[in-house]
């Protein structure tokens, strides 16, 4: 662990240098030892039916062009935003209702036969682009629709941040296994990620564990243990957000490479205070301690990149991010500091990495664009 003092410096640190790169003009062009990128904004108007509230992005081609599909909670809708152009190109109003409901919407994947594939708490439904329900499959509590798991042992669960990892080839889904039964996952043995085929229903649970490096911890680290897995390559790369470790599955072989941070502390601390129970001493614990988020691989320029939130001294405090970037190989390139504003949802397009903000403007999305020089 890094001590407070050490932490502190490295806090200054970290915001002197957002402050050199994050006045966001039109264009700032920053350098950060041999990696020189520059930072700008992009806005595209929304019409009035749009919040700009904007979730879950996913970038895919439509119509030929770059575009990302958001999801608009605030409207149980779809939003679609030509990225080459930038600017908006319709709005898919989902269903609460009636044969075509989508109950929920946590993660989502557009297939090349022009479908969306939404992963919701208990279900995944497959919709066209006018939001009609093609498919639905019930998972967890809601009905049992899939083969190969025991809903009455385990639930499935999307991650948000690493997304399905949706295979064209196999259309199937990547999703995390959690046990029902109250344990220390550190004792949980059995696979902690599913793969799922839309087309029979059938589940394959994966060879992918909990690591021995974290067996060995005492405590409880409540939420802190939900794994993330993306698929690249035939290889399925994971992480846990108590830890900046992560962690490589390739032919029932797994390996670790520790992509640590420079600004915040290696390891996350487990629950010490279940006075007020154990729901809010998970919620408290996964809002103040380190979160390292899933990784995103960017195909276009080969590199990693991963957000983390550093340790909060409380559940007020608004906290730092960081992003990092990582080449092909998991050799730490570069750490920044991460604006405050904007979701942590990694947009990767052919034009930059992107981030959108936060309900900064009523009739416009915001959105700002890292384009690195390699």
């Keep these: 662990m890094l001590s407070k003092l050490s932490l502190m410096v490295r806090f200054l640190l970290a915001v002197l240098l957002l402050i050199l790169v994050g006045c966001f003009g039109r264009e700032n062009r920053s350098v950060y030892g041999e990696e020189a990128f520059k930072i700008d904004t992009v806005l595209v108007s929304l019409p009035s039916s749009v919040s700009s509230t904007l979730i879950l992005p996913h970038v895919f081609e439509y119509s030929n062009k770059e575009c990302v599909l958001f ?33 929920s919407v946590g993660s989502m994947a557009v297939t090349e036969e ?25 998972i967890n509590s809601y009905r049992n629709d899939l083969k190969g798991i025991d809903f009455d042992k385990y639930e499935l669960q999307y991650n948000q941040y690493s997304g399905l990892q949706y295979d064209e080839l196999n259309k199937t889904i990547l999703m995390g296994v959690n046990p029902l039964a109250q344990t220390l996952l550190q004792n949980y043995t059995e696979s902690t990620v599913a793969e799922i085929s839309l087309s029979d229903g059938v589940v394959r649970l994966l060879p992918v564990f909990i690591p021995d ?51 915040s502390d290696d390891m996350a601390d487990p629950i010490i205070d279940f006075s007020q129970g154990s729901d809010m001493a998970r919620y408290t614990h996964k809002i103040k301690e380190v979160n390292y988020f899933p990784l995103v691989f960017d195909d276009f320029r080969e590199r990693y990149y991963r957000i983390h939130r550093a340790a909060r001294e409380g559940v007020e405090d608004s906290g730092q991010y960081y992003l ?30 992107m981030f959108n ?18």
């Excluded at 970037?325 to 504003?341: H, T, V, W």
């Design 324 to 353: 990092t970037l990582a080449d092909r190989n998991m050799n730490k390139i570069m750490e920044l500091p991460f604006p405050q504003g904007y979701y942590i949802f990694s947009i990767v397009s052919e034009r930059g990495l």
């Design 213 to 263: 490096s974290y067996r060995a911890l005492s405590g409880n680290y409540g939420d802190l243990f939900k794994v993330g897995p993306i698929r690249k390559r035939g290889r399925i790369i994971f992480n846990f957000p108590l830890s900046s470790e992560v962690f490589i599955h390739h032919e029932n072989t797994t390996k670790s490479i520790h992509l640590e941070s420079q600004w």
């Design 71 to 103: 999801y608009d909670h605030f409207d149980h809708g779809l939003v679609i935003i030509d990225l080459s152009e930038e600017r908006f190109i319709k709005k898919i109003n989902l269903a609460k209702e009636g044969p075509d409901f989508v109950e």
């Design 114 to 138: 022009g479908s969306i594939i939404i992963a919701g708490l208990n279900s995944i439904t497959e919709v066209n682009f006018e939001g009609k329900v093609l498919s639905r499959l019930g």
């Design 357 to 374: 903000a936060i309900n900064k403007h009523e009739s416009k999305l915001e959105l700002i664009r890292y384009t690195f020089e390699l």
